[in-house]
């Protein structure tokens, strides 16, 4: 049989079916032998992550002493690595005209009953004033793929006018792009046009029930979607989001390839995935979540926990798909990114409620309904920062500059400082009395912990004239 190493050297092979057959019979024969898990749980404690086989057999290990275990070890290379940051941002949704067929999306080509529509420049502009108003600096644009009416001449376009905007102390500085698959050359284009993380969720990694469930468009072509990142990598994006969408397959078959996609990203560009994003499928108009493989609470926890010792300096992202139960839950175990006051339907954030009550064109159900400062006020409750920090991409420290960062251990005294300035700003700018109050206190006890005695005398004075309504700096 050919070995994974040389199966992977060939094009698009990186994915290999064999490979997670094997990974799979090695899972069942190896997951109630405790003395292998031991030294795997021993190994991942050196934050040098796993292999797919090992994180594999960690998500399927069932001694309970030895899930507590993985359950612990998460949540301290969590708070070794990120701290109690947490980085806030907003999706917006700029067309839901699609040429694909994906099944268990609402946005299909062939639902004719969802209304379609596509942003123009000026109801653009105010979408992001009102996330502006909200206190988002970060978006993840969306859009179907649709060549007629969202080329990439159109994402170009939205994209310079985003970041154009500058309306009260408001600005997005980091747009982040989610559209399908494309060439290097329009990759090039995007990178040009300033875009933050390029984030293409490969849905499935079984090529038969992706083609399943993609009949028809051009994303139903799975070598083409597969290699998109190694596509935008080539082009001079550095920072690339993967993300399955669990549910759609079996989901450690997934979980292994996603990995797999991991390694091959470090293995050929020498740095891995900046993000992964761990959606569940859930119900959406023309969608029935039941006709698929929900995963239950139990899983997912431990999806994520093992994604958070596998690949220690990725960020995870989880939506508003998830209850504000599930995600208290995973944002202790290595969730690092965090959607807030979410509008998955086109135009959503000028709507009123009433309007977006009988909107029935919503991507997915949003589970977490509450508003940005609710969820920030709460995150602080909870002993979080929710920082609105984007200086890594100003300065250009983004794909292996960014990692050598967090590996140099350098977070406490650069990332967690601009968590606190931005949060001092979005408090001051936006924030309700009682959500200020919260993270007033809260900057003070994280300043406390910076190591650096200048940093945080800086912080602690820039605290001082915020509370004291004397700003004098502007993140
Ligand atoms: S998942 Fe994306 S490509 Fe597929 S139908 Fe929905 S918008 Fe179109």
Sequence with gaps: MMTYQAAASEAGAFINHEEILSTLDYVRTHKNDPALIEQIITKAAEQKGLTHREAALLLECDDPVLIQRIFDLAIAIKQRLYGNRIVMFAPLYLSNYCVNSCVYCPFHVKNKTIPRKKLTQEEIKNEVIALQDMGHKRLALEAGEDPIHSPLEYILESIKTIYSIKHKNGAIRRVNVNIAATTVEE?????????????????????????????????????????????????????????VLFGLNTYLYDFIGLLMHAEHLEAKFGVGPHTISVPRICPADDIEADNFDAIPDSIFERIVAVIRIAVPYTGMIISTRESQRSREKVLKLGVSQFSGGSRTNVGGYTQSEKEQAHDESVQFDISDKRTLDEIVGWLLELGHVPSFCTACYREGRTGDRFMSLVKSGQIANCCGPNALMTLMEYLEDYASEETREKGFKQIEKEAELIPNPKIKEITLRNLKAIREGKRDFRF
Excluded: C, W
């Design 187 to 243: 990759y090039r284009q995007l990178k040009e046009a300033g875009i933050g993380t390029y984030i293409l969720f490969q849905e499935t990694y079984h090529k038969e029930t992706y083609e399943r469930l993609h009949p028809r468009g051009p994303k139903s072509n799975y070598a083409y979607h597969t290699e998109a990142m190694d596509r935008a990598m080539e082009a001079g994006i550095d920072d690339v989001g993967l993300g």
